[in-house]
């Protein structure tokens, strides 16, 4: 009987089930590929994934969220004169109980105030705004917007000069309120406001004007209007009746002191 079969070492002819590294990881790639593939096509769901559409909708979200905590403020303000009216009626107290009641809200900030007022506007700068003076660099995007620390400035100046009740754009001030910026957009009270920005003042007219010229960061502010062009106006508004704040009162994150 002779011995025909090749060898494992010698022939020419390729021996059947070999590994094959270069196969495997060809079938691998592809393999990988295709689930990226899908996974684009699952998440886009027929739509352009390079688009801004996702910003938008969820800039629409924030708007519509913004009008729905207005309505909201509005309903709850009507709620609270009906609940006030009803305790009214009888409520078991004195008359000069009442008034140091009456006089706690007004302080407040939970009832209309009016008054002698003034009004500070801030707007962004022109977006191709250059230098306007020698010596001072070409604006950058940053310099051209109204930031937190500004709204911030006018807002802390007022109350050091006295003033009996502020209002940002159309909303009360009081205690808890907290002016923050995201962007170039106002975010204030579950509210947002793009610019211009109006802040209104009830008090001293003369006082509030002599110490929004005395704070420093203003002073830092203003040389933005004079050299980049930044919005800055103050108006004597006569006698003017500031809203009382709407909103919940209610401490989420803090309690009094006993």
């Known amino acids: 009987m002779s011995n025909s079969a090749e060898s494992p070492g010698t022939g020419s002819s390729p021996v059947r089930g070999r590994f094959r590294p270069v196969r495997v990881l060809t079938a691998a790639v592809f393999a990988l590929a295709g689930l990226i593939f899908f996974t ?8 352009d994934i390079r688009t801004d559409a996702s910003l938008l909708k969820l800039s629409d979200l924030i708007q519509e969220r913004s009008h729905k905590n207005g309505r909201l403020d509005e309903t709850n303000a009507a709620l609270r004169n009906d609940v006030e009216a009803l305790a009214e009626r009888d409520d078991g107290s004195t008359k000069a109980e009442d008034a140091k009641l009456s006089a706690l809200e007004v302080r407040s900030g939970t009832q209309k105030l009016t008054g002698e007022a003034i009004t500070v506007t801030l707007n962004d700068a022109p977006p191709d705004a250059t230098a306007k003076l020698p010596g001072y660099p070409e604006p950058q995007p940053d310099y051209l917007v109204i930031h937190q ?32 910026c995201v962007g170039n957009t106002l975010i204030l009270q579950g509210r947002v406001y793009s610019p211009p920005y109006k802040i209104t003042a009830v008090g001293d007219p003369e006082k509030m004007q002599q110490a929004l010229a005395a704070s420093r960061a203003i002073q830092n502010y203003m040389v933005y209007v004079n050299v980049y062009g930044l919005g800055w106006k103050v108006t004597e508004d006569g006698t003017v009746t500031l809203p009382g704040y709407s909103g919940t ?10």
């Open 40 to 47: 684009s096509f699952n998440t886009a769901k027929g739509t």
């Open 249 to 258: 009162v209610d401490l989420q994150y803090a309690k009094p002191v006993e």
């Open 149 to 180: 620390q500004d709204l911030q400035a006018v807002v802390n100046a007022l109350w050091e000069s006295g003033a009996k009740g502020i209002k940002v754009m159309d909303q009360r001030l009081i205690s808890t309120s907290a002016v923050r």
